[in-house]
């Protein structure tokens, strides 16, 4: 038996989040009043599908959030992934963080999923197609001061 889909503790997915994460925050949307553990583990998912698609091959998420941490990711976007990872983590295993002992837990997580969306995807691809906008002189200026050694 299907029962319809009732309270969201989230808030819903921000506009330009991919695919493959806005299917995993959605699950974790619709499991969330029900099973906070199960959308804490589904959040924590989500989030390994979007490192992986900004630091592919091998390697576990807390290295991965760590490559991404030395070639200039925000310390705050870093951080807001490292909580989604260790709460989604330790929601799957006994004695650990128990997701559902604080009302507040889960729609906190879900507000760091789309915070780290809006740093990591939004903004860069506005920042991006504004550079993008630039006259074709201006922009190859500046790539080529920042491809020149320093002296």
């Known amino acids: 038996m299907v029962v319809p889909v009732g309270v969201r503790l989230g808030a819903a997915p921000l506009e330009g989040m991919p695919d493959d994460v806005r299917r995993l925050y959605e699950e974790a949307r619709n499991v969330s009043a029900v099973s906070p553990r199960s959308a804490a ?3 924590r998912l989500a989030l390994q599908v ?9 390697g576990s998420l ?10 200039g990711l925000n ?7 490292d909580v989604v990872r260790v709460i989604g983590n330790n929601s799957v295993h006994p004695g650990q963080i128990e997701a559902s002992e604080d009302e507040r837990l889960i729609p906190a997580l879900f507000a760091l999923t789309n915070l780290i969306v809006e740093q990591v995807i939004v903004r860069a691809a506005t920042v991006d197609a504004l550079f993008e906008s630039l006259p074709e002189g201006a922009r190859s200026a500046i790539e080529r001061r920042d491809s020149s050694p320093e002296k």
Request: hydrophobic residues 40%.
């Open 75 to 81: 310390p705050d976007v870093s951080r807001a992934m």
């Open 62 to 71: 807390h290295d991965k959030i760590g490559r991404l941490s030395r070639r």
């Open 41 to 43: 583990a589904l959040l």
């Open 50 to 58: 979007l490192v992986d698609g900004l630091e592919p091959g091998a």
